[in-house]
């Protein structure tokens, strides 16, 4: 059979799930194996490439938790105490004189002796500056014990976590002002299309702009990709081959347009030709041409034209591939159940993903869910997800994936 009687023919689509779950097959087999020393600084959005240990206890020493006065409980018989040091936090205390109290502020070390704070509210002045305790005390009471959050040895994070300013500010605590990250993926963005302008240059007949390279750019980027534009390749088969060539040394091709059954989608056409298309046609909407294969080795991600198409294929599935390639272990964004705020009275035979808002605690979509209509997803917050032959009525629960969850 030639190829295009080939894509003539109606196969069945690939559920979601199943080519998700295929794809972080095809990534854990072609894991990004190089890591780098980065400073924190330049290490947001990167890939812990190996488990970080912490190499002290944290906190270092019992401390105050509270501004207000430290004492031996034993020490205490309810008459006032009087204070024999003043502890700021960043200096080092005196043993606690037996019978006294020690002015203590929150973060100050505690002073050997002492086994009890009092907040300072608690307590009143008496005669010669003395301190009177007005309520009960209990030992312990408002220390933070040393190695209370991480005892020195402890695994604190795994390869594989994906650092963000939580993660960040967690090894800075830990004293750590480098980290082992994964080398960036490089990822090669390809516009396909003979109708494709530049922003900024006039529009010819039958020209429109290219707004998915932007999208994808912007979007990798956020991600701690390196970003190789491959710019615009006209609808050619034999330009298309000639490109795919060129890029040989990057880690992923990641074009969009080109994907469908159409006499001028070559990009399926490349790879077949090439013997080398694992995936192609999903019940998904929008997104159904998406393919995947590899192009003389480097793996391929066509992403379908259409930019709503490209929008939700990349966050549902190309992410997740990038991020599995990197050792990310959980890539599944979060999904919410909602109140639906619309019927879906017509049963689909693909997987939905609408460009949806919250609006008093409900899911509205956008009027249009065209995948042509890119405006819907500037207007939408996330992506509520409609099962294949589901009717989903006002009030009922959907699923709603927020856009944050995909972004970054
Ligand atoms: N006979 C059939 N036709 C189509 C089918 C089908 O099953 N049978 N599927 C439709 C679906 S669904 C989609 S999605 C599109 C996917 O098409 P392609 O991935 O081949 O993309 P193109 O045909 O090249 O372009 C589609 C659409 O998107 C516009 N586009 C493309 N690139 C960009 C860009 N970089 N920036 C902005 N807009 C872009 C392009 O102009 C087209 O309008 O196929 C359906 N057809
Ligand atoms: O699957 Mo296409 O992406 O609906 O327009
Ligand atoms: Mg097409």
């Known amino acids: 059979m030639t190829a295009v009687a080939e894509v003539r023919q109606a196969r069945p689509l690939m559920p979601v799930e199943q080519a998700l779950a295929q794809l972080l ?82 973060g100050a070390p505690l002073p050997a002796g002492a086994d009890c704070v009092e907040m300072q509210e608690n307590t009143a002045e008496a005669e010669d500056g003395r301190v009177r305790f007005l309520e009960p005390l209990t030992s312990g009471q408002n220390i933070r014990p040393q190695g209370q959050e991480t005892r020195k040895g402890e695994q604190v994070m795994s390869a594989g976590t994906r650092l963000g300013p939580i993660e960040l500010g967690l090894a800075a605590s830990l004293g750590y002002d480098r980290l082992q990250v994964v080398r960036k993926v490089r990822v090669a963005v390809l516009s396909t299309g003979d109708e494709l302008v530049e922003p900024g240059l006039a529009l010819g007949p039958g020209q429109i702009y290219n707004s998915n390279r932007r999208l994808l750019v912007s979007w990798l980027q956020r991600l701690g990709c390196d970003v190789v534009d491959a710019g615009i390749l006209p609808d050619d088969l034999a330009r298309t081959r000639a490109c795919l060539a060129e890029l040989v040394d990057v880690d992923l091709i990641l074009s969009t347009g080109g994907v469908s059954v159409g006499e001028a989608d070559y990009l399926g056409a490349a790879l077949r030709e090439a013997g080398e298309l694992a995936l192609w046609k999903l019940a998904i909407k929008p997104g159904k041409p998406l393919t995947f294969g590899h192009f003389q080795g480097v793996p391929v991600i066509g992403l379908p034209g259409n930019p709503a198409s490209t929008l939700v294929t990349f966050g549902l599935l190309t992410r997740p591939y990038l991020l599995r390639r990197q050792g990310v272990t959980d890539v599944t964004p979060l999904r919410f159940d909602m109140p639906a705020g619309f019927d879906w009275p017509k049963p689909g035979t693909r997987r939905e993903y609408l460009r949806a808002r919250i609006e008093q605690g409900q899911v509205r979509i956008y009027k249009n869910q065209s995948s042509g209509v890119l405006r819907s997803a500037a207007w939408a917050e996330g992506l509520v997800e409609v099962r294949e032959g589901s009717t989903p009525k006002q009030g009922d629960r959907v699923p709603f994936i927020p856009f944050s969850e995909l972004l970054g």
């Open 25 to 106: 097959a095809l990534a854990e087999a072609a894991p990004i194996g190089d890591a780098e020393s980065l400073p924190l600084a330049e290490a947001e959005g990167r890939v812990l490439a190996s488990d970080l240990v912490a190499s002290l206890d944290l906190p270092p020493w019992p401390n105050s938790a509270m501004d207000g006065y430290a004492l031996r409980l034993a020490d205490w018989q309810g008459e006032p105490l009087p204070v024999s040091q003043r502890i700021f936090a960043g200096h080092a205390p005196q043993p606690l004189q037996p019978g006294t109290c020690a002015r203590i502020f929150t």
